[in-house]
Each structure stands twice: as C-alpha cells, then as structure tokens.
C-alpha cells in the first residue's frame, strides 16, 4: 500500500470533482475520529493492487502490521485504475458520493429496479431532479425516498430533459448497488 503518485491524485480528483464539484475540499480535509486519540486524525488516499482506497491515517498505521499480499482491503474503496491507466469510480465509494453530490436525480419507484439492473435512467422514471445539470456532468441516482441506488453521467442538461419524449435517456449508467449481487466475484 502507498501513497498515490501526482498523476495518479490528479486523475482521481478530475473524477470525484465531475461528482461533488467543490465539495472535493470537504471530503480531503474530512477529520476522521478514530482510534483512542482525543484530537482528530485525517483521511488519506492510498494505492493497493489498482484499486484506489479514503482511509484514516490512523488506520493506515495499524495496516503497517500486516504483510501486503494479506491485505484485501482497507477503509472505503473509490475506484480502480485499469491496465490503461485510467481512474474509475467503483459502486464502493456510493456512500461519499451521495453524502457531497452536486447534482441528483430521484427515480419514481416503478424504474428504480430497472437502474438497478444495470439500465439507464429513462425520462418517464425520473421523480425529481435537481437544477443546472450539464450535459456529461456526474450524477448521483437516489430513490424517492433518499437512499442513493447508483451513479452516472447526465445524457442531457436539466432543460433539454424537460423538452424531450418519455423513452428518452436522462442519465447513462455507471454503477449501482445492484452490482454487488451481480459481480460479487469482481468487487
């Protein structure tokens, strides 16, 4: 496990920034109130096997004890890096996503189960949506009742989907927490 490389912090930035927006500076300096030490630690980025994990520091020090090729996992994995180089955002970091997203999209409950089925988000199963969405912008999908289902990319701006027919794409699908049932190999 180290730390991530200039490159490596950039591309996972340009990734959580298309999410939260500005935000990011709130989960980077996110104190962490773990462990018995009265004053706060701080969370951290580390790199284990190409996967991308927000760790509290004081964790990362009690990590030291154990052998890497031991170590599974650590903390809350955000994404991976593939063979290409390239960051994604894995359904792992859903939590910190939903808790400082920017922009949102509420499914009505009759297509919730569609997204979660690896679907896009439609127009006619939209329930709300919040204002000033950009075309490509990240998205966070929650259910009308506030619990965030998955991620995407906004297949059109907030006013081009008022105008647009029922079947028409909303929000191109990226994960879901339905993945953990689908690729329970994988994660």
Not at 54 to 69: F, Q
Not at 79 to 87: I, V
Request: proline content about 3%.
């Amino acid at each position: 496990m180290r730390p991530l490389d200039e490159e490596e912090t950039t591309q996972v930035f340009e990734k959580l920034h298309k999410f939260v927006g500005n935000n990011l500076k709130n989960i980077v300096e996110n104190p962490s109130h773990e462990g018995t030490d009265n004053t706060p630690g701080r969370y951290c980025f580390r790199l284990q096997r190409n996967r991308v994990y927000y760790v509290s520091e004081s964790l990362v020090k009690r990590a030291t004890n154990v052998k890497r090729d031991n170590l599974v996992s650590l903390g809350t994995q955000l994404g991976k890096f593939t063979k290409g180089g390239k960051f994604h955002l894995t359904v792992q970091c859903l939590g910190i996503l939903a808790a400082h997203a920017k922009h949102k999209v509420w499914l009505k409950p009759t297509s919730e189960m569609s997204f979660l089925y690896g679907n896009n988000v439609l127009k006619g199963g939209v329930g709300r949506i919040t204002e000033s969405i950009s075309e490509h912008d990240g998205v966070v999908v929650f259910s009308m009742s506030d619990v965030p289902l998955g991620f995407g990319v906004a297949a059109k701006s907030t006013q081009d989907c008022r105008k647009m027919d029922p079947n028409g794409i909303v929000v191109l699908h990226q994960a879901d927490i339905g993945e953990y049932l689908r690729m329970e190999d994988d994660l």
